[in-house]
């Protein structure tokens, strides 16, 4: 059974910087998209970051530039830096992954998904 877990949310002050990470079992990732989402309070799920096949890596404009993917392919897992961290981050943030070949932006494309980790920045 495939199982994506999360860790490393918390509450930072704006400015501040936050590691997530997430580890993948059941089935070895390194040639699938990884990536992550979020979905703040009242919002609907919303792309991040992810790694194609190929390991090109894709970031939302919101998000460039303070955000960092990395994958470690021996652990099965994917990390997310976060760094000048906004109030407008608040979030949810989940990890996902795909058997499908393309990086896709909307959420039903991916087939996994992990339990989310909260994230909540203060002004």
């Known amino acids: 059974q495939v199982q994506l877990v999360e860790s490393g949310g918390g509450l930072v002050q704006a400015g501040g910087s936050l590691r997530l990470s997430c580890v993948a079992s059941?089935?070895?990732?390194?040639?699938?998209?990884m990536g992550w989402f979020r979905q703040a309070p009242g919002k609907g799920r919303e792309f991040v970051t992810a790694f194609s096949r190929t390991s090109t890596t894709y970031y939302s404009d919101s998000v460039k530039g303070r955000f960092t993917i990395s994958r470690d392919n021996a652990k099965n897992a994917v990390y997310l830096e976060m760094n000048s961290l906004k109030p407008e981050d608040t979030a949810i943030y989940y990890c996902?992954?795909?058997?499908?070949?393309?990086?896709?932006?909307?959420?039903?494309?991916?087939?996994?998904w992990g339990q989310g980790t909260q994230v909540t920045v203060s002004s």
């Open positions: 996902a992954a795909t058997a499908n070949a393309m990086v896709s932006h909307e959420s039903r494309y991916w087939n996994y």
């Open positions: 059941g089935r070895a990732f390194s040639t699938y998209p």
